[in-house]
């Protein structure tokens, strides 16, 4: 079999060897971490380690970690529980957080796709009513990084709380909960090469987000069912692994910077969304003038090459391009866009093989410049 060429991180991350071989190993021994004999306390001990860690990746205490069934779960839930009357949104939000509530207000973006901070205020500043605002700490389509501890700030003048979607940063960028200034925040384990069906949900105290799952008393109460051992065990040892390899993962900027000027050269009216925005160092949301998004994704699928046109989290479905839109990207060009998310097993030679093949497409039905 030809072997893939795989830009589509932000969908999932290929596992590191290390977290596949640390729940293989619990998968093989019986151990309920609420148990008090020996295999419980081992189990036990292995899912307080597995917290230990990403807590330190993330800056937060042990004790502000709750684990939860996948970063929708806990989006779901810091939203949904938070008791608040009002729901304020960023117009760029993944669906995780778009429909969690039914009611939520949408707070806009600009065309770097960064959230309009006085916007913000305005919506906040017209009720009274207890208010909880979500922005997300980086974009899983285009990758720019959003104003945290601005938008904490603003809500603290107004009462409301926040809750930030850190799904996308965690593992790519270095992420201090206790500076960005967030009142709860959401992750998940497959995009930094943990295990997917794990997440987590960080609480700045415990009283912010009510009990969400009901029966034994797991997770402080909060979330009852007995816990994913394995899964949490991989999630900890990913979360070790990608504090590690922060500053090599920096530097994919590099490479994902270098992809960017070759299609340039190549193409030379494609366009980069939030190119003038502070990015994550593995995306980058482009065009391929004239072609279809899906058509490129299918002409690279055929090269051996994964990207992804929508954010095709949900099983061959490709969401409305509203990212783009919510940038003011006329729709025309949006559907022309796919992402490229680069990752820990990318190398420089991948980039070639994508660059031809992007090269042979675009020459074969992209549309020219004059
Ligand atoms: N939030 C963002 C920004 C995402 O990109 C995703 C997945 O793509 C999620 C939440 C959902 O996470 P999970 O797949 O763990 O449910």
Redesign the pocket.
């Known amino acids: 079999m030809t072997e893939i060429v795989y830009f589509d991180y932000?969908?999932t991350t290929p596992p590191r060897p290390e977290v596949a071989d640390a729940m293989m190993e619990v998968l093989r021994v019986a151990g309920n971490a609420s148990a008090v004999h020996a295999s419980g306390r081992a189990a036990r001990a292995r899912v307080d380690e597995a917290r230990a860690s990403i807590a330190a990746l993330i800056g937060a205490e042990p004790g502000q970690i709750i684990f939860t069934g996948?970063?929708?779960e806990a989006?779901n839930q810091a939203l949904r529980e938070s008791g608040r009357k009002r729901l304020i949104v960023s117009a760029i939000e993944?669906e995780?957080v778009r429909s969690a509530r039914a009611d939520a207000e949408i707070s806009p973006v600009d065309e770097n796709g960064i959230i309009n901070l006085e916007a913000l205020e305005q919506i906040l500043a017209g009720s009274d009513e207890p208010a909880q605002v979500a922005v997300?700490l980086a974009n899983?389509e285009t990758g720019v990084i959003q104003p945290i501890a601005e938008v904490s700030s603003i809500a603290r003048r107004h009462g409301a709380l926040v809750h930030c979607?850190a799904?996308?940063a965690v593992g790519k960028i270095p992420v201090d909960v206790v500076a960005l200034g967030a009142d709860s925040y959401?992750l998940?384990s497959?995009?930094f090469a943990g295990p997917q069906g794990v997440?987590v949900l960080v609480m700045r105290t415990p009283d912010i987000i009510g009990r969400f799952v009901h029966g034994g008393g797991q997770e402080r109460g909060l979330r009852a069912g007995t816990e994913n051992v394995a899964g949490i065990v991989g999630l900890g040892v990913a979360a070790r692994l990608a504090a590690q390899a922060l500053p090599k993962y920096a530097k994919l900027a590099e490479l994902r910077d270098g992809l960017e000027r070759r299609l340039r050269d190549i193409a030379p009216d494609m366009i980069v969304f939030g190119q003038d925005s502070e990015r994550l160092p593995n995306t980058a949301k482009l065009t391929m003038p004239g072609v279809p998004g899906d058509t490129q994704v299918m002409a690279m699928d055929l090269a051996g090459i994964a990207i992804s046109a929508g954010?095709a989290?949900a099983a061959g479905k490709v969401e409305p391009p509203y990212v783009l839109s919510a940038m003011g990207v006329p729709d025309d060009i949006s559907i022309t866009a796919t992402r490229v998310s680069l990752g820990w097993q990318t190398r420089p030679e991948d980039l070639d093989k994508f660059v031809a093949a992007w090269e042979k497409l675009y020459n074969r039905v992209g549309r020219k410049v004059g």
Request: some cysteine.
């Open positions: 932000n969908a996948s970063g929708t989006n993944h995780a997300m899983n979607d799904v996308q959401a998940s497959h995009k997440g954010s989290c």
